[in-house]
């Protein structure tokens, strides 16, 4: 089961990495490397990892519906976190 979540998790790794590769280049190649997000562009690469293991920790010993719902309340508040960084970054 947490290997179902780590994947969903992973996903929002994965763009958020993606995002901290990319979008400097994009903004140096524009000539706007100055104005580079970098606090939301690396809130939002540590935040899954974060999240995850809070879920884990918080999930651990308990029965099966309620770790679930742990981690379905982790992976919305990375979906969350993820959208408000890229609103507000």
Do not use: D, K
Request: charged content about 5%; aromatic content about 14%.
């Amino acid at each position: 089961m947490a290997a179902v979540f780590a994947l969903l998790y992973g996903w929002f790794l994965f763009t958020a990495s993606s995002n901290l590769i990319a979008l400097p280049a994009l903004y140096a190649a524009q000539g706007y490397a100055e104005f580079t997000p970098w606090v939301p562009l690396v809130l939002g690469v540590v935040a899954p990892p974060l999240l995850y293991a809070a879920a884990l920790v918080l999930g651990g010993r308990r029965i099966l519906s309620t770790r679930v719902l742990v981690f379905a309340a982790g992976l919305a508040a990375t979906a969350a976190t993820s959208l408000a960084l890229y609103v507000f970054g």
